[in-house]
Nanobody
Framework: VQLQAYGGGLVQAGGSLRLSCSASGRTFSNNGVGWFRQAPGKEREFVAAVSWNGGSTLYADSVKGRFTVSRDNAKNAVYLQMISLKPEDTAIYYC?????????????????WGRGTLVTVSS
């Protein structure tokens, strides 16, 4: 499976971006999908996850109420809508396919990782 996250860019604080994650090689419609991010000099951290059918979601406390994860299995795509962005949201964002039908905060439970996309939020 080849995953690719895209949609990142430079945005001012308070702005919005929508990230997309697509896959080639196989479908991930039966798997949970998560978003993680890694800021310079920091460890990768969990951001959000969505279950196989979009019916269940998880969010890190730092993004609750500002980020929304969703998916469109017909397009084999997962999205991360981000609003009210803050400078501390600056990071490379990655999507990953979970081993099960549901996502989790544990990055060791994700099997496939995509290339990240850089989000930069200026103050």
């Amino acid at each position: 499976v080849q995953l690719q996250a895209y949609g990142g860019g430079l945005v001012q604080a308070g702005g919005s971006l929508r990230l997309s994650c697509s896959a080639s090689g196989r479908t991930f419609s039966n798997n949970g999908v998560g978003w993680f991010r890694q800021a310079p000099g920091k460890e990768r951290e969990f951001v959000a996850a969505v279950s196989w059918n979009g019916g269940s979601t998880l969010y890190a406390d730092s993004v609750k109420g500002r980020f929304t994860v969703s998916r469109d299995n017909a397009k084999n795509a997962v999205y991360l809508q981000m609003i009210s962005l803050k400078p501390e949201d600056t990071a490379i964002y990655y999507c990953a396919v979970h081993l099960s039908a549901y996502g989790s905060t544990d990055n060791s439970r994700y099997r496939y990782w995509g290339r990240g996309t850089l989000v930069t939020v200026s103050s």
